[in-house]
């Protein structure tokens, strides 16, 4: 009885300790990512059928339509990291805005692919 006692209160207090983190996740979404896309990057990239460079953000509705893509997540660091979006014509992004995004277009592709890793079996060798 007291063993099924502490395992649920452990999976309780593990599940509490993992919300938090899904929840900041899709709150950087709502309150960074999605705002910027909407105000710097739809115009040319998802609004209406305008879509460059094979890239929808108008399409992207959460921060796990993101992680589903990691090939678009690293070109969305590297083209925001270097500076290259957006373009010049367009107004730029303020520092500050640009290091939130890219930080936390990091954290969801290192969430990504720590999800999708797998461990190769491996199996032992026989040694004479």
Request: glycine share 6%.
């Amino acid at each position: 009885m007291q063993k099924t006692a502490l395992l649920s209160c452990s999976i309780l207090a593990l599940c509490l300790g993992l919300a938090p983190g899904a929840l900041a996740q899709g709150d950087a979404f709502a309150k960074l990512i999605r705002p910027t896309f909407s105000k710097s990057c739809v115009k040319c990239h998802g609004k209406g059928t305008k879509v460059k460079g094979k890239v929808n953000l108008f399409a992207l509705k959460s921060a796990a339509d993101l992680a589903k893509n990691p090939e678009l997540l690293e070109k969305l660091i590297e083209a925001l990291a270097s500076a290259e979006m957006p373009p010049e014509k367009e107004p730029p992004l303020a520092a500050e805005t640009r290091k939130g995004l890219v930080a936390e277009l990091k954290e969801i592709l290192r969430q990504a692919v720590d999800s999708q890793k797998s461990v190769a079996r491996t199996p032992i060798r026989r040694m004479n």
